[in-house]
């Protein structure tokens, strides 16, 4: 039973192997290093974070202080005796340096919300100034309740002009609040206290909030922003919270990480950072790693495609060699530069080395077998034309086998088999047809057809007396070779009787190579058809030659 080889499935090549390899390796590195990475710009994020709610710590603490400086000032005002003896002109001239020491307005007003003393009007003015924003009778009102001093949120003075905050100190007299003091000051003079520096310049904003969840102070944009309303998601925070952080969008629209504390007046200091700013260490991550990661793959396929040629060429020359040494032909030469590769070819050079020893023994030994075989024939037959068949009979075997040997039994060429046939029985003959290679089972099995043919030719044929000619003529036909071996004479048999070497050549021709004889009788000779199938259940006979 013939074994079935199986056909493999096509696979990738050596140097896509080490392309995939490479990139196995490359991922789980790069996943490492994006990790690492990863959580160092988290720790950067984390720590321009922490940075944002000091920096919100500072600008409140400095708030409240701003606040608690202009209460002491009021408060140390309200114990003057001008004010306790009502002598209002004295009062303003205190109230006047007070306020130019504090950059403020200092107004004494009646409950009613009348202006008594202002720092902006001269005493006597009439008629007085009576307050009427709402934020600022909210804040009386409330510090007649509690009889404490009462920050505001922003309101318009009563020039009509500027806006201002203002704290709201009771003058209390007999234990009840008779008249109320209040110092003014811009939201400009709350917005020097938030000074961001270089920050600014990245972005940051800074603003104070108040308690009615309006601007009072902004580093950018002030004029545009002051007195308008927060945004939604900052006020709903600071409802719910003294301090914390969010994400949300500032009013003019940038979208930014922004923290938050709520002093003890109600103001709400808060500090924004973009979030471009914030994202920046991991966009920054992601575009170095993406460029890195780039440069790698790049190097990684420029790489493995370098060092796969050449591990390619050291593979297909082993491929080759097993080619080579498989149809017993010379090796290529190759290189030792990979050690395993190298190790494989020493080893097919071995291998070669001594099936070509075992080769030339063998031949060596068919050799000597077949003289033995000849020279035993000889001594055994005593019929001098027996010995002549016989011994041209192991001849023909013996010449097929030093063509096959010569050729390293790959096969050899129809046309020089013949002509070396032919030459050894000293047969003239004429050749026509294309190149064909016969295989060793071929070549044996009509080396010995046509000696029979030559040798009948020379006793029963056209050559035996000598004026004759033979020639042959082959072609393919439908996957079949077609030989013609015509003898041509003035004095031809009228039979072709067929002896024992007929007998041979039906023998080679019908059972070995599965094929038929045919002879047929022409005008001036004969001609004998020997015909087989190049390939049959037998085995391949023989393959067209380059130049067929």
């Known amino acids: 039973m013939i074994a079935q080889i199986m056909t493999p499935k096509r696979g990738f090549s050596l140097r896509v192997h080490l392309i995939i390899f490479g990139l196995i390796c490359f991922i789980p590195a790069s996943l490492a290093v994006w990790f690492v990475g990863f959580n160092l710009a988290r720790a950067e994020q984390r720590r321009v974070e922490g940075q944002a709610f000091r920096i919100v710590q500072d600008f409140s603490q400095a708030v409240d202080a701003e606040v608690s400086a202009l209460t002491k000032a009021l408060q140390a005002l309200s114990s003057s005796p001008a004010l306790e003896m009502r002598d209002f ?8 340096v007070v306020a130019a020491d504090n950059a403020a307005v200092i107004a004494l007003r009646e409950l009613s919300g009348r202006h008594v003393v202002n720092t902006l009007l001269p005493l006597g003015t009439t008629p007085m100034p009576v307050t009427t924003d709402p934020v600022l009778i909210a804040a009386d009102r409330r510090v007649v309740e509690t009889r404490k001093p009462v920050a505001t949120d922003l309101y318009i003075g009563v020039t009509g002009k500027r806006p201002y905050v203002t704290v709201v100190m009771p003058v209390v007299a007999g234990n009840e609040v008779v008249l109320l003091l209040s110092m003014a000051i811009t939201p400009e003079r709350i917005g020097e206290k938030l000074r961001l ?3 600014a310049q990245e972005g940051w904003l800074a603003a104070v909030v108040g308690a009615d969840r309006r601007v009072i102070a902004r580093t950018r944009d002030f004029e545009r922003f002051v007195g308008r309303p927060a945004t939604g998601d900052l006020a709903r ?3 719910t919270a003294k301090s914390g952080s969010l994400r949300s969008v500032t009013l003019d629209g940038v979208a930014v990480y922004t923290v938050f504390q709520t002093g003890d007046e109600g103001w709400t200091t808060v500090v924004s950072v973009p979030e471009d700013v914030l994202n920046a260490p991991v966009t920054r991550l992601h575009g170095f790693l993406g460029l890195v990661a780039a440069l790698v793959v790049a190097a990684t396929l420029l790489g493995t495609w370098a060092y796969g040629r050449l591990l390619g060429g050291e593979l297909s020359t082993l491929a080759e060699n097993a080619r080579r040494m498989s149809a017993h032909r010379p090796l290529e030469p190759y290189s030792l530069k990979v050690t395993e590769v190298a190790a494989a070819q020493l080893a097919f050079a071995e291998a070669s080395e001594t099936s070509d020893k075992l080769l030339r ?3 060596h030994r068919v050799k000597n077998t077949l003289s033995i075989v000849q020279s035993i024939a000889q001594r055994t037959v005593s019929s001098s034309a027996e010995k002549a068949a016989l011994s041209g009979r192991i001849a023909a075997l013996s010449r097929a086998h030093e063509a096959l040997s010569e050729a390293r039994w790959e096969g050899v060429r129809l046309a020089g088999l013949l002509e070396s046939v032919c030459l050894a029985e000293r047969v003239t003959i004429t050749m026509q047809g294309p190149d064909v290679l016969l295989t060793a089972r071929t070549a044996t099995s009509l080396a010995q057809a046509w000696q029979e043919l030559c040798s009948n030719a020379k006793q029963h044929g056209v050559l035996a007396n000598g004026d004759g000619a033979v020639s042959a003529r082959w072609e ?3 996957g079949r070779l077609v030989f013609e071996w015509r003898e041509e004479g003035t004095r031809v048999a009228t039979q072709y009787n067929p002896a024992f070497g007929l007998k041979i050549v039906d023998l080679c021709v019908v059972r070995q190579l599965n094929g038929a004889v045919s002879i047929m009788p022409e005008a001036s000779g004969w001609l004998i058809r020997l ?13 067209p030659g380059a130049g067929a």
Do not use: H, K, N
Not at 531 to 543: C, D, N, Q, R
């Open 361 to 363: 023994e063998l031949d």
């Open 197 to 199: 520096g270089a920050l």
């Open 89 to 96: 002109a004295r009062f303003r001239d205190q109230a006047v």
């Open 531 to 543: 015909a087989f199938p190049l390939e049959s259940e037998l085995g391949v006979a023989a393959t």
């Open 237 to 239: 925070a600071i409802e």
């Open 476 to 478: 393919i036909e439908d």
